[in-house]
Every structure is written in structure tokens, then in C-alpha cells.
């Protein structure tokens, strides 16, 4: 756990943040406790790391509005359900964090957009969506929509590996 003191906080950053979305105020509420992060399939997959964008909102750094961090979340909402406290809501912030980018001119670059395409690629072929996605199986009209999106973004070898698996059960059965 990170240690701070008086001198590390700045809340002007923060202020401007629940301004804007009240329910950004809940991030006060953070004991950097990192099981958000432990859970988080972004981090899994790159060096994404939520809790240190926390850490910096609450010291008023906005250079987290140009780092390429904040483009890196997938809004999957798994930090929602491990997070001791019950009303942060991280997706929610770095939906605000990525308006505010904007807002500043800023935004994600090219590299930024490359890269979170590769870890979706990753994410996807690593079976973390495919196998864990809410502890337990996809509903079929969710694989439906993954397979839309895979198909969007070229990325069909999971999916045609699943494919396979079932053809291999459906020839045995034959
Ligand atoms: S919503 Fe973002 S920060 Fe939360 S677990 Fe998903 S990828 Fe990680
Ligand atoms: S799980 Fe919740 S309390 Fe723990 S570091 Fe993440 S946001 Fe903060």
C-alpha cells in the first residue's frame, strides 16, 4: 500500500471531477487496496494500473489526462465488484477522465488506440472473456456480439478454435 501525507493530496483536480459527475466523489472513499487492480484484465494484459490513476486524481496530477493509461480500460466493471467499498465506480471516472482528455485536447493517439486494440486481441485470445467473464459462461447472445466485434477488429482465431473443438465433438458423436 502507497503511504502519503498531508502534503500529497491537492483536490482541485478532484473538485473539478465531481463537479462534473457527483458520483466521482466516491473515489475519496479509496484505501489503495489493489484488489481492483488484482482483477483487472487490462493489468493482465499490460501495464495498466487503476489504482494508480486514482492515486494521482486524488493528488491533483492531471497529466493523467495525456498519459495513455486512461485509454487502456476495457469498462468491464469487474473493480466494481471487488472493491471493499461499495460506490466507487472506476468505470465511471475514466469515462470522465477521457472526456476531460478531450475537453483539453488531448485524446488517445494513433499508438494509443493500436495498442488497446492488440490487448483486446490478447484479452480475447487468452480466454479471459471467453472463460471468466462474470464466473461462469457467456450467454449465447453475448458470444453472438463477441464474435461481431472480433469480427470488426480481424480477430477470428478464437473463435474459430472453438469452432473446431466443436466440430471434433460433433464427429465423434457421429
Ligand atoms: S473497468 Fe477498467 S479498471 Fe475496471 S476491471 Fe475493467 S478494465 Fe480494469
Ligand atoms: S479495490 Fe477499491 S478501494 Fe481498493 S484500490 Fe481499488 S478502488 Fe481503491
Same mark, same amino acid.
Given at each position: 500500500m502507497d503511504e502519503y501525507t498531508?502534503?500529497?493530496? #491537492?483536490w482541485d483536480f478532484y473538485n473539478e471531477l465531481v463537479d462534473d459527475v457527483?458520483? #466521482? =466523489?466516491? +473515489? +475519496?472513499?479509496?484505501?489503495?487496496?489493489?484488489k481492483c487492480v488484482g482483477d483487472c484484465p487490462a493489468t493482465k494484459v499490460s501495464e495498466f494500473n487503476i489504482r494508480k490513476i486514482i492515486s494521482k486524481v486524488l493528488r491533483g496530477d492531471k497529466s493523467v489526462l495525456k498519459?495513455?493509461?486512461?485509454? @487502456?480500460? @476495457?469498462?468491464?466493471?469487474r473493480c466494481k465488484r471487488v472493491?471493499? =467499498?461499495? #460506490? +466507487?465506480n472506476i468505470p465511471l471516472l475514466i469515462i470522465n477522465l477521457r472526456n476531460e482528455s478531450f475537453k483539453k485536447?488531448?485524446?488517445?493517439?494513433y499508438n494509443d488506440l493500436r495498442k488497446y486494440v492488440e490487448m483486446s486481441e490478447r484479452f480475447l485470445t487468452n480466454g479471459t472473456v471467453l472463460e471468466d467473464p462474470l464466473d461462469g459462461g457467456l450467454p449465447p447472445e453475448r458470444m453472438e456480439e463477441l464474435n461481431e466485434i472480433c469480427n470488426f477488429a480481424r480477430i477470428k482465431y478464437v473463435f474459430k478454435a472453438r469452432k473446431n473443438k466443436s466440430k471434433a465433438k460433433n464427429k465423434k458423436r457421429s
Open positions: 498531508d502534503s500529497d493530496w #491537492n457527483e458520483e #466521482n =466523489k466516491n +473515489i +475519496i472513499q479509496c484505501i489503495s487496496c489493489g498519459d495513455s493509461d486512461i485509454w @487502456y480500460c @476495457y469498462l468491464c466493471e472493491c471493499p =467499498k461499495d #460506490n +466507487i485536447g488531448f485524446g488517445p493517439r
